[in-house]
């Protein structure tokens, strides 16, 4: 059987992209996808080709790979298929809005935008050329997030009434990061909402949301903490209730932060997703982006715990992935396959979007991002904000 090869084209040379670049090289067999694989055909830097260049060995991308100082160069690259976008989210709509007008499907990393007039753009864009188009929320596309789903939609836990989530790091701003940095520089879009919120948003919208046949958009309450030296937030919650015709409205918890972490002692003890429902819960734990392990409590007395490892080469494999320093086992993918792999099978079958998350529901949460930022009147630059293209960043 002849696979379907995927040829993408990595735009900036950044954390995530050497995550998301590693796990490409993993071969889709050892997750029993035998009928598609992922080849790196170029990357580009916004600062020198060389870094590009660099990049590429980092990945373990083949010597045949084009390495490119300037976006420019890879948006018009014709050997590329999709391109996956890695640069602050401050950048996502004039990068995306780029690969677009070149003709170029792309997965774009989260937050899809800043704001949803932004993200209403990139979807006209990408509808009128034709175009696929996804939110790089790779938690959506895990096992994990599918059991999860399944274990609403089956019934299993009743009517699910409520969900709390939660995506926190204990890294206060003032003592963890300087002002350039993105999390907390609004020229670079930072906050917690923007970053991690979206994680605890996913938890809420994927179990409360996606799972509706009619889903409804929520109405959002929220209490912000902003960061005094920078003036993005660095604690938000949010409380959303989704108006359900027959079952009445459910509540969505979602918070985040930069002070307290959802996992303490690193040890995975505390849930950091919690959906209950009126025969029991499901507990999630954390990090909320890459949980391995969950637990089913049911009224009638079911204890169900599980883990889930992402597959890869294996022990002896050589082969090591994660983000910020922290590293899996050897051999354990980090698990950024999962959306690549939806991609490679939506371009296959014709599909412009993601099967997980709508571009409707992509918007949907930018339009509750917009509404929580509103609350508290937290605004990014004017450049940062606009829909005007192309502007220089
Ligand atoms: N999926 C996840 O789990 C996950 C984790 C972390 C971050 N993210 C998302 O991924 C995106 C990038 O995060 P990251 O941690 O990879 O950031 P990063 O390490 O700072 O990398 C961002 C890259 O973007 C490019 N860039 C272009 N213009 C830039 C500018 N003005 N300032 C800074 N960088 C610029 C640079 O690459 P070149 O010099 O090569 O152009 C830079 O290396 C963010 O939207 C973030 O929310 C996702």
Known sequence: MSKYQLKWGILATGGIAESFGRDLSVNPETRD?????????????????????????????????????SYKELVEDSNVDIIYVATPHSHHYQNTMQCLEAGKNVLCEKSLTVNAAQA???????????LFLM?????????????????????????????????????????????????????????????????ALTWVFQTLYTTQKNPQPPTVQSSMRKYEKTG????????????????????????????????PNGNMEAPAIRIQGSEGELM????????????????????????WPHPGPGPGSGFKNGFGGNFMPEGEGFGMFWEADECAYALKEGRKEGKYESLDESLVIMKVMDEVRKQHGFTLPEKIETTKYPVDL
């Open 120 to 130: 209403e753009a990139l979807i006209k864009k990408a509808k009128e050329k034709n």
């Open 284 to 307: 999630v734990f954390p990090p909320a982006f890459r949980p391995t392990r969950t637990k089913l409590v049911l009224k009638d007395g079911t204890v169900d715990q599980k883990e």
């Open 232 to 263: 993005v937030d660095q604690q938000t919650t949010m409380l959303l209730s989704f108006p359900r015709k027959e079952q009445g409205d459910a509540h969505g918890i979602a918070t985040t932060g930069m002070r307290v972490a959802s996992d």
């Open 33 to 69: 996808r035998k009928d598609i694989e992922h080849v790196i055909v170029a990357a580009a830097s916004s600062s020198s080709s060389d870094r590009a260049k660099k990049y590429l060995k980092a990945v373990n991308a083949p010597d045949s790979a084009k390495a490119y100082g």
């Open 135 to 199: 939110e790089a929320l790779w938690t959506r596309y895990f096992p994990l997030s599918i059991y999860a789903r399944e274990m609403v939609t089956s019934g299993k836990l009743g009517t699910v009434e409520r969900t709390f989530a939660d995506l926190s790091f204990g890294s206060a701003p003032e003592t963890s990061f300087e002002d350039s940095h993105r999390m907390v520089n609004p020229d670079l879009a930072g906050g917690a909402l923007l970053d991690l919120g979206i994680y």
